[in-house]
């Protein structure tokens, strides 16, 4: 029998118009553009701003984009699954009201909260849905409405975090393109480092929560930084080496972008030049399950078939994973 793999066949973005600048940051907490842009990479990052917007709008911007570059309708959709750790409500899911709000009639979904890694967590949750031959489209989004969860008055979280969507389809292949391989890591102990203190069913809202500032972005930056480094170069390297890849036959590598020293230090592992890393950190900082299909893309026209595309990933959990694919058109 054939061998069915999940290919990206089309791709769609969106970031706010808000430019939340470093500069304006200096006015806002004691900081300095400087010290943002060297420590982290980031010179800007986009906020959404106006009522009644959430991380769905964002979503929806960036399929309506999709949809119509590969001129198929909402109602060709078989599941659409939606990574957030920002999603509109508690409940029902972002997925639930991204459907309604496209049309996609046909079509079931759910949420993935990995965080930063929600991304990569729903592609190769995705995929399934496409090897095994239940669906044959399969719409899987990054997208963060941070701007939501975090304290324009705490300089070591709010100087890195934007708001923004990417969403990717997924058709099956049978030509060898797609997605490869994928290792995906989940480690609980780590939650203590980056969480959300409160608004889950441990710690209800409540006043006291509220001016205790609990239902904001807790992150300890260093201990984060430190095992990001490490879990993302690890991942990296072990599906190199698992799928017998020399970096010379690596085309891209898609990195998290939370801070460009941990993208530095993963690509250093693998033994890659920077011109083959995807990188926009600079201009929408880090939008947790966005920045990967962001980066896939700004970088889409560049991508040629037959790349092979390492995808790595980090974030709060801790998650962490890397997926390999060999890029399935041209544009
Ligand atoms: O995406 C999910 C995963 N998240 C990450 O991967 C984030 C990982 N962590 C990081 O990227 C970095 O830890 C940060 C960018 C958050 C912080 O950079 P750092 O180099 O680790 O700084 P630090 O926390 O070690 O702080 C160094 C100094 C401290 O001052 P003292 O104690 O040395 O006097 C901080 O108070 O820098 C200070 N600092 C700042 N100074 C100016 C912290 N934030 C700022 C700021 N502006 N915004």
Redesign the pocket.
Known sequence: MTKITAAITAIGGYVPDYVLSNQE?EKM????AD??ES??GIKERRILKGEGLGTSDMCVKAIEELLKKRGISALDIDLVIVGTVTPDHVFPSTSNIVCNKIGAKNAWGYDISA??SGFVFSLATGAQFIETGKCKKVIVVGADKMSAIIDYQD??????FGDGAGAVLLEPNTEGFGIIDSILHADGSGAQY?HQKAGGSVKPPTHATIDAKEHYVY?E??T??KQ?VVGMAEVSAKIMEQNKLTSGDIAWLVP?Q??K??IDATANRMGLTLEKVMLNIQKYG?T?AG?IPLCLWDYEKQLKKGDNIIIST???GFTWGSVYLKWAYNS
């Open positions: 940051l907490v004691p900081t300095t010290w943002i420590r982290t965080a930063c300089r070591s979280t709010c100087i890195i980056l992150q930056g260093q984060v930084f990001a998290h939370a801070n020293r941990i880090n947790t920045t980090f974030g709060a």
